[in-house]
T-cell receptor
Framework: NAGVTQTPKFQVLKTGQSMTLQCAQDMNHNSMYWYRQDPGMGLRLIYYSASEGTTDKGEVPNGYNVSRLNKREFSLRLESAAPSQTSVYFC?????????????FGSGTRLTVV | KNQVEQSPQSLIILEGKNCTLQCNYTVSPFSNLRWYKQDTGRGPVSLTIMTFSENTKSNGRYTATLDADTKQSSLHITASQLSDSASYICVVSVVDKLIFGTGTLLAVQP
């Protein structure tokens, strides 16, 4: 009954370092998403994957790259971390693309860039 | 501009009391409206999803209402419990994306 699993839960990076956030879902969902949550703001979409083999930019894609490794896994990479990327990152999945389906969220990765 | 605004920003109530959280949106065209509960340090968990034609939907002690004419929604929590302490987020769908409100932080005290 894991749902959406994110690793790591916490990470501290120095400016300029790179890292990959991992996300895996076990619900056989086709679509996966990466959001960031900042204080005083609603969740904002970074990238999404409507189905295996496809990825598209969301609202705030600059500074990030993604890989849909297979149907289960969707990773988010920061190539050169900046303090502005300090945030809580959430991965989510849905049965199919579009807004008619429920989204299941992971527990988040809290990233601090110093 | 598509926006979702929630009020109040924060709320403190005593255990066992009822409360109502508000959501106003300027999103167009509207697809559906969701309420999520987010516990501290956790991801959002869906409470209800309502389409344009639905006026009310319940999930246990949570009841959401929707007035599509005035573009307002409310989430009513009945007989609050300590475990209801969380942030409640209103999310409105437009075309192909979700627009998230900033949430109402609810604290239930014994």
């Amino acid at each position: 009954n894991a749902g959406v699993t994110q690793t790591p839960k916490f990470q501290v990076l120095k400016t300029g370092q790179s890292m990959t956030l991992q996300c895996a879902q076990d619900m056989n969902h086709n679509s996966m998403y990466w959001y960031r949550q900042d204080p005083g703001m609603g969740l904002r979409l970074i990238y999404y994957s409507a189905s295996e083999g496809t990825t598209d930019k969301g609202e705030v894609p600059n500074g990030y790259n993604v890989s849909r490794l297979n149907k289960r896994e969707f990773s988010l990479r920061l190539e050169s971390a900046a303090p502005s990327q300090t945030s809580v990152y959430f991965c989510a999945s849905s049965e199919a693309p579009g807004v008619s389906y429920g989204y299941t969220f992971g527990s988040g990765t809290r990233l601090t860039v110093v | 501009k598509n926006q979702v605004e929630q009020s109040p920003q924060s709320l403190i109530i005593l255990e066992g009391k009822n409360c109502t959280l508000q959501c106003n949106y300027t999103v167009s065209p509207f697809s559906n409206l969701r309420w999520y509960k987010q516990d501290t340090g956790r991801g959002p968990v869906s409470l209800t999803i309502m389409t344009f034609s639905e006026n009310t939907k319940s999930n246990g002690r949570y009841t959401a209402t929707l007035d599509a004419d005035t573009k307002q929604s409310s989430l009513h929590i009945t007989a609050s419990q300590l475990s209801d302490s969380a942030s409640y987020i209103c999310v409105v769908s437009v075309v192909d994306k979700l627009i998230f409100g900033t949430g109402t932080l609810l604290a239930v005290q014994p």
